[in-house]
Structures are given as structure tokens and as C-alpha cells.
């Protein structure tokens, strides 16, 4: 009989509790033991370490559609490798890693985790030698690697869709433009997908270096006086500082175009789990069994043209744009963004959407 432990790490997102009560079915299933580490590394960190045993009452089907995690992802200031990087504690929090995880007795460890947790539990692998390492997934910002789909992203364009909808229908009573910021970080798959859901007149993405004139001239010209105009997180105007949606309603004031700005927000990570995110959850939930059941280790589940598998970490690490963390010694992180061949740029394109300078 196997011990298997779960853990969530980084920031939440919707789906989290499906796979968590998928990988509970499924291992239960098997006659397998699992055990729910509670607020990531923090948890697994502590003395003794924060946990607790399933049973079929622990997370009941009908919380499985929930935004959140069950197990919870951390308290502010919570110790993982980043603020134990920070504050020079590292060594001491890979000890403790280490010394919890041979505590528990565990035969696997499933890290549910983003971009920043995958690739930080590559570069310390160390710590988990002893015991396999299966990742799964997840974000709302699809800058994984060597993955189509992360958990989450589908409910999140659902979210950020919704938000829109809903905005645009204010914004044509009042002959008026919204600029909509997304989050997605440095990555504009949220914008892009949601932005092209809802049929916006432009999409800023970090990706793509944009014209403000000619972002102000495409406004002018459209054949509505209403919309709404999505502006990643991540992008930048240069010489100016803030919020990038402010930045951009400043322009579009100045150059006479009513506006309002809107932030989604956090709203982007919760609502119910979209059927989509919950298939793809039973999908990697179940993949990750197999990769233990076959004694893999060192994996992240991966869905590619359809296929769901396993890939290894190292091609994980090496798929990416590797950079370096200025603020964690010996730590690089590693990146997927909207390449230049993405279909739906052309897309966009062929719709009128202002994308930047493309060509
Ligand atoms: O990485 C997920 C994400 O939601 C980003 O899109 C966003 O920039 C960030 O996390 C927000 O983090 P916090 O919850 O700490 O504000």
C-alpha cells in the first residue's frame, strides 16, 4: 500500500479542489493512503508537520467544483523557497523539508503548483530523493512549459469573460470605453483567450510592443463608440509609471475618448470550476497515479495536442525561457509566453483587434 501526499503551492485558482478530490478517488481506489499537507511548504515545514489523513467524508464531491484550495496555499509571509531565499533562511528550510517529508513516510509527494513552484522543486530536487515528485499543473496564467492547458485557466477565462459581458452592455448606454486589466503576469494567454471570448477592440499583451497613437487612432476609428479594450498586467509604456490600465485611460482621455477603467482582479481566480477545468483535473489527476503506480518520479503531468502524460522536470526547466531571480541565489524560474505562432494572434488580427505592432 502506498502513502501518497498532496500539497498546493503558489497562488489558488478554480480546479485545485477537483483534482485534489480526484487524486483521493482514484488513489483510494487503489487502496493507497493519502494525505493533505496543509498551507504548502509553510505546513510541511512545521513541527510536526501540518497534515491530515482523507477519508471519504474529508472532501465531499459537491465542494469539488469550488474556487480555492482545500488545503489552503499559505498565509502571507508564508516560509517557501522564495521568502526563505529572502530572509537567508534557505538551508535551513531545505533541512526541514527534507526532515518532514522522511517523517511522514511518504511514497509520493503530488506538488499541485505554478511556473515558480515546479521550477523551484526542480532546481532543490535534492530534497526529494527519497520520495517520488509528481507536479501538476496550474495557473491562470499559462506560462507553464511543454503543457496546453493548466488547471485553472479555462474557469479564469470564463471569469475575466463574464466581467466583460457584463461591462460591455454599460459601456454602449453611455457611448463609452472600458480598458480592462487582466492578470497573467508577464504572460498574455488571459488576455488573449478572454479578449477574443468577448470580441475586444484592442488587446495589450506584453508580448507584443504596441503604438499608443496608433492604439488612440484604431479607437477613433472604429465603427463602434463603445467597448472595451484588455490590457495585460504585464505591459509597460514607457515613461510612465502605474497601473497599466491608468496609463492607457490617460492617453485615451487626453486624446478625447470617454473611458472608464475596470479591474477585475482576483475575481479572475475563483468561480465554479468550468466542466473543462474539471475534465482536465480528472485527466492530470489521473495521470499522476499512473506515473506513481509506475514508479516515475521527477514528472509534471501534460496535456499536448490532446494527449495527456507525463514530462520530465528537466525538460520542463529546459523548455522554458530560463532566467534568473536576482532576489533568490542559485534559483532561475522558467517561462512559456504567447509565441509569435500562436494561432489565435492571427486570429485576432483577421477580426480587426488592435494587437500592437505585429508586423
Ligand atoms: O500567478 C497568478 C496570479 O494571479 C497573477 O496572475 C497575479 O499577478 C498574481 O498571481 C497576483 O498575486 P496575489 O494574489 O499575491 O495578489
Redesign the pocket.
Known amino acids: 500500500m502506498k502513502k501518497i501526499g498532496i500539497m498546493t503551492t503558489?497562488?489558488d485558482?478554480s480546479g485545485l479542489n477537483t483534482v485534489i478530490q480526484r487524486l483521493y478517488r482514484g488513489a483510494a481506489l487503489r487502496g493507497w493512503r493519502v494525505f493533505g499537507i496543509m498551507d504548502g511548504t509553510d505546513g510541511l515545514c512545521a513541527t510536526p508537520p501540518h497534515v491530515i489523513e482523507f477519508n471519504n467524508e474529508t472532501l465531499p464531491i459537491e465542494w469539488a467544483r469550488m474556487a480555492g484550495s482545500f488545503l489552503h496555499n499559505g498565509h502571507p509571509g508564508a516560509l517557501n523557497f522564495e521568502t526563505a531565499a529572502h530572509s537567508g533562511r534557505l538551508g535551513h528550510f531545505n533541512r526541514q523539508l527534507r526532515k518532514s517529508l522522511r517523517e511522514l513516510g511518504l511514497d509520493a509527494l503530488v506538488l499541485i503548483g505554478?511556473n515558480g513552484s515546479i521550477s523551484l522543486a526542480w532546481c532543490n530536487r535534492d530534497i526529494y530523493s527519497d520520495i517520488q515528485l509528481i507536479c501538476i499543473p496550474k495557473?491562470?496564467?499559462m506560462d507553464i512549459p511543454l503543457t496546453d492547458k493548466t488547471i485553472g485557466f479555462d474557469t479564469a477565462v470564463q471569469q475575466l469573460t463574464s466581467f466583460c459581458d457584463q461591462l460591455m452592455l454599460t459601456a454602449r448606454s453611455h457611448h463609452r470605453w472600458f480598458v480592462v486589466q487582466t492578470?497573467?503576469?508577464d504572460c498574455g494567454q488571459?488576455a488573449l483567450n478572454a479578449g477574443i471570448a468577448i470580441g475586444a477592440s484592442a488587446i495589450l499583451i506584453s508580448e507584443i510592443k504596441f503604438d499608443i497613437n496608433a492604439l488612440i487612432r484604431h479607437i477613433q476609428r472604429a465603427p463602434r463608440d463603445y467597448g472595451i479594450i484588455l490590457v495585460s498586467?504585464g505591459i509597460s509604456l514607457r515613461g510612465h509609471s502605474g497601473r497599466p490600465a491608468d496609463m492607457i485611460s490617460r492617453k485615451l482621455t487626453a486624446a478625447g475618448i470617454a473611458n472608464r477603467t475596470a479591474y477585475p482582479e482576483?475575481t479572475?481566480?475563483v468561480g465554479d470550476t468550468t466542466a473543462s477545468d474539471r475534465i482536465l483535473a480528472a485527466r492530470f489527476a489521473d495521470c499522476a497515479l499512473n506515473a506513481i503506480a509506475n514508479n516515475e518520479t521527477y514528472v509534471m503531468t501534460a496535456i499536448h495536442n490532446c494527449e495527456c502524460k507525463t514530462v520530465s522536470l528537466a525538460d520542463f526547466f529546459d523548455a522554458g525561457y530560463v532566467t534568473t531571480d536576482p532576489n533568490i541565489p542559485d534559483l532561475q524560474t522558467s517561462d512559456a509566453y504567447v509565441s509569435p505562432d500562436d494561432a489565435l494572434l492571427e486570429i485576432a488580427t483577421n477580426l480587426g483587434i488592435y494587437l500592437g505592432e505585429t508586423k
Open positions: 503558489g497562488g485558482c505554478g495557473t491562470i496564467d492578470m497573467g503576469r488571459l498586467e482576483h479572475q481566480r
